[in-house]
């Protein structure tokens, strides 16, 4: 099994690179985060969002999407991150909109210890939320269905304004919070926070590298390669 995680997009069509020198892989997973940029048009960011629906439809069972923060701030609206796009927000709800209501996208997926998702998932969210940890995908994708708000990003007097604490959602804590609170018995795939390089702890991989160095990781047969786009 060769697992090819693209994460971060914002936008880009990079993407695109990946898949076709990655044409044997078995499993294609998007982390997220498919809008937002500040060098990227709202059009060109809607046009390639559309490229990957297209591409999900014709792949079904070998592309997985995930959904991230800046994703999310369109689908709930209300909840407004950085790089909130306010100009195009109804545009690229309505494209979010019909995705999740095909069932094209999705909060986490589990491939045999592998845990993806887009910031990661604690024992303390999981607690908060009721998830069946003997269950953890489907549970937390049926939350995603019938109780969306548990994913926006949680506030209050003392919450730390960057996601650091151990309660935030899978869509937003960061990692030092995961690494600390982390689903046991699982080996978190994430992006949500920009790093140079890839970097692989015991747990938790940290992906979101294709703005900086354009590395991506490759799992085949249980074994983490790092890649980079040439």
């Given amino acids: 099994m060769k697992i090819v995680v693209v994460s971060d997009i914002h936008g880009v069509d990079i993407w695109k690179k990946i898949v076709s020198d990655n ?3 078995d499993k294609f997973i998007f982390i997220g985060d498919y809008f937002d940029s500040f060098n990227i ?20 069972d070998k592309v ?7 994703d999310w701030h369109y689908i709930m609206m209300g909840q407004h991150y950085s790089g909130f796009q306010k100009g195009f927000q109804y545009y ?3 494209e979010l909109e019909s995705a999740t209501k095909e069932g094209l996208m999705q909060i986490c997926y589990i491939h045999d210890n592998y845990l993806f998702s887009h910031a990661g998932v604690t024992k303390t969210w999981c607690e908060n939320n009721d998830v069946d940890l003997n269950n953890i995908e489907q549970s937390i994708n049926d939350l995603f269905t019938y109780k969306p708000r548990v994913f926006n990003f949680t506030t209050g007097k003392y919450c730390d304004i960057y996601g650091n604490e151990t309660c ?6 960061r990692p030092k919070s995961l690494l600390a609170d982390a689903v046991e018995g699982y080996i978190h795939v994430v ?3 920009v790093k140079d390089n890839i970097v692989i702890y ?3 991989i940290l992906t979101d590298t294709l703005q ?6 490759v799992i085949e047969d249980g074994v983490v390669i790092i890649e980079k786009i040439k």
């Fill in 41 to 60: 048009t709202g059009e060109k960011q809607i046009h390639n969002f559309k490229d990957i629906i297209a591409y999900k439809k014709s792949n079904t």
């Fill in 23 to 25: 044409d044997d892989a």
């Fill in 202 to 204: 015991d747990n938790v």
């Fill in 212 to 217: 900086t160095s354009c590395e991506y990781i």
């Fill in 64 to 70: 997985i999407l995930l959904i991230g923060n800046h």
């Fill in 168 to 173: 935030q959602t899978p869509i937003w804590v």
């Fill in 92 to 94: 690229i709800r309505e």
């Fill in 191 to 193: 992006g949500h926070t």
